[in-house]
């Protein structure tokens, strides 16, 4: 059955009340419904080619509520929509474009390359897709996972992770070395993606004024690589698709690709029991592009003030308030929507710390109902710090503190416990908390329970932990320029020392670990800019966001350059997870003993409640200079981790005493007799 302007009268919105926002179905129905309060008139635009710039038009009927809503007599598969608003001129709190808008709700958008984006809704059938039994793999307890967090493109990008160039997902799934190969060459069990909603990747042309009157003079590169800047929440990123383009003006996603693509990924990391965590950006959305939320309700999506400016606490210009029904509403409802549809096994909230906390227990309720043990990790900051509080309301968190702690917050300015230096603000017993989880009971503590805790030394933002140590070690690193990017990433044998005992201190702290992408061999980000926009090219660099290059693409060849760390950390993670104890023992079970230097941590572990047939002795001597003797505990001891190699392996055997050298550490076990 077709349509025609004549069918136009046989629209009607009787009983419509039931259906979602955005486009549905009833059998040969087609139902469509937006939320747009302020507007005074809303035709619906359906394209028979996403680059018609006319179609049917069919006006939509305002119900009391401030939804716009038709039914029509036909379905439009395979075609395109989007909505042309009218509205108040005069009001600060509507915002007013000539150009037809997505739908809010879209589960597939098809845009052009440019800031703009000119997207449209593409309507699609719910194909159904062979997951082959596949469900959610998370474990019941989240101290057992290992996050590998990477943005998915960093991996298979360069020519070292020898990808068969098909698209994004599939080299991701199918790479002979990045991609999962890599994840399960170092053997992590959870993968945390960078943003993969549909973003606004191409920003605003550098130092020209654009239509809409912004000026870019901020990005040289004109691109948001990593794609904090969510456009649509219910859609997948097509530009990872194997038929997407990056060329400025092309189209992409006119297919379904990336959807079939996305879900292949997801199913073949299943397959490898490993985890799969999406970083989710609600607390802000795209700023430059035509973002539907920010032209449907722009009083009812985002953060205002009384003269109808956007606020900052994002520090991105236009905060989401979800605080108020329709935000709140899509937020939870997306969440949903890529457990259900796409089967993501966690997410990681971006400023979590700027969404109320109704809309946190919401989330973590509904998300609960579809897999009970779901990963909800907060970045718990943006508008105020609030770790303790998403702790009291059972998530886990970013945690700042042991990051600080062990290596400092700024390489030049605060060293951290690995430099052989420590705050002095942070006790002995404040570096012995970090350990046990960083909890509340201890001092600085943050977490009622170190499942609550998420330790990391390294994620996207800031230095990379090689670089961090390299400059920590010599200032003039951080402003120089360097031709020589394999000599840089080489690490010098006090640079090994420390990035060991970094790592170290990661493994055997309690709670959730969490490592970047290339951290396991002391990656450099040495900015790499072949198109001469960079004044800043080959320096180091801590903000990334804006470079799709070798800056950010990993070189697996460069593995090789620091094995020697490699192995230390692929060991450490065999251990970790070979070993409850270092991961979730009670707090009674972890006691510290006391050395005469404050930097030479040292502490036994009994694995009882965890389920660890073994107990642990475990020391730290961040000392610079001088090694230190450790009495053991009656028995015989087996070394597992040294300064040279680590595993869930016996290295030797040792009894009553040993010493730790200078800047390393040692793991011992010894199996507990009942």
Known sequence: MSTSAEDIENCTIKGLEAFPLGYTTRGNQSIFRLYAPKANSITLIIYDEYERESGLQFPLEKNGEGIWQTLIQDTFYGKWYAYKIEGPEDDPFFELTEHPIADPRSRH???????????????????????????????????????????????????????????????????????????????????????LQKFGYFEPPFNEETGEGIKNTW?????????????????????????????????????????????????????????????????????????????????????????????????????????????????????????????????????????????????????????????????????????????????????DKIRNGLKGYHPKENKGFIFGETDPQLSRFGIENLFRGTLESGEHGLFNHSGHSVNYLESHDGYTLGDYIRIALDRSKADIVFEDKRKLTSLSEKELQIAKLAALSLFVSQGITMIHAGQEWARSKMIQDSKGLDPRNGMLDHDSYNKDDETNWLNFNEISINKDLFDYYKGLIELRLDAPALRKSAPDEINFKVYNDPLHITFSIDGKSSGDMYDYFVSLNASKDHAHEIVLPEGYWEIVVNPEKSGASTIQSVEESMMVPATSGVVLRKLRVS
């Open 219 to 399: 990005n040289p590169y004109a691109r948001n690589y990593w794609g904090y800047m969510t456009s649509f929440f219910f859609a997948p990123e097509t530009m990872y698709g194997s038929d997407a383009t990056l060329e400025p003006g092309s189209v992409i996603g006119k297919s379904q690709k990336a959807e079939y693509e996305l879900k292949s990924l997801v199913k073949a990391l299943h397959k490898e029991d490993i985890s799969v965590i999406m970083d989710v950006v609600y607390n802000h959305a795209s700023h430059y592009d035509l973002n539907p939320l920010k032209y449907t309700a722009k009083d009812h999506y985002f953060r205002l003030d009384e003269k109808g400016n956007h606020l900052n606490d994002s520090w991105t210009g236009n905060d989401i308030d979800t605080t108020k029904q329709y935000a709140q509403e899509i937020i939870v409802e997306s969440v949903k929507h890529w457990m259900t549809e796409y089967h993501i096994d966690g997410f990681r909230f971006d400023l979590a710390g700027i969404i109320d906390w109704e809309t946190i227990d919401l989330i973590k309720e509904e998300a609960q109902k579809i897999n009970p043990d779901v990963i909800l990790i907060a970045e718990p900051w943006g508008g105020s710090y609030k770790p303790a509080d998403f702790s009291d309301h059972g998530w886990a968190c970013w945690n």
């Open 109 to 195: 958008v098809t845009s052009k390359n440019h800031h703009l984006q000119f997207p449209k809704t593409k309507i699609t059938r719910q194909t159904p897709f062979d997951w082959e039994g596949d469900s959610f793999v998370t474990p019941q307890d989240p101290r057992d996972l290992v996050i590998y967090e990477t943005h998915i493109k960093d991996m298979v990008a360069h020519s070292s992770a020898k990808t068969f160039v098909q698209g994004i997902y599939n080299d991701f799934r199918e790479a002979e070395v990045g991609g999962i190969s890599h994840l399960k060459k170092l053997g992590v069990n959870a993968v945390e993606f960078l943003p």
